[in-house]
């Protein structure tokens, strides 16, 4: 199981920016960012393959970017023209199985304790 802690978040005016960072105990093949908001369920924000290869949602295409440091073993959520709807706790994810790196929380088996992301308009 690969150990996750994520760091980061906080308040941030709509319009604003915010950069989360998960630390890794390792590298899995797979790696991605969720989010969660109170009453919905878990949904992808976007992944990272091994080799670089990412996926994001629609909902985020354009504003969010993830970056991967293989030597410090960190994956970074970059966060830009943040809206009100970009309000969650947002999770780090691992699946060290090679294959699949969809924006599905189901295939995924580690996880972060999550960090609170709140955005005022």
């Known amino acids: 199981q690969v150990q996750l802690v994520e760091s980061g978040g906080g308040s941030v005016q709509a319009g604003g920016s915010l950069r989360l960072s998960c630390a890794a105990s390792t590298l899995a093949a797979c790696m991605g960012w969720f989010r969660q908001a109170p009453g919905k369920e878990r949904e992808g924000v976007g992944t990272?393959?091994?080799?670089?290869?990412?996926v994001y949602a629609d909902s985020v295409k354009g504003r969010f970017t993830i970056f991967q440091d293989r030597a410090k073993k960190t994956l970074d959520l970059e966060m830009n023209s943040v809206k009100p709807e970009d309000s969650a706790m947002y999770y780090c994810?691992?699946?060290?199985?090679?294959?699949?790196?969809?924006?599905?929380?189901?295939?995924?088996?580690?996880w972060g304790q999550g960090t609170q992301v709140t955005v005022s308009s």
């Open positions: 990272i393959y091994f080799g670089g290869a990412t």
């Open positions: 994810a691992a699946r060290p199985s090679f294959g699949t790196c969809k924006l599905d929380p189901k295939i995924f088996g580690s």
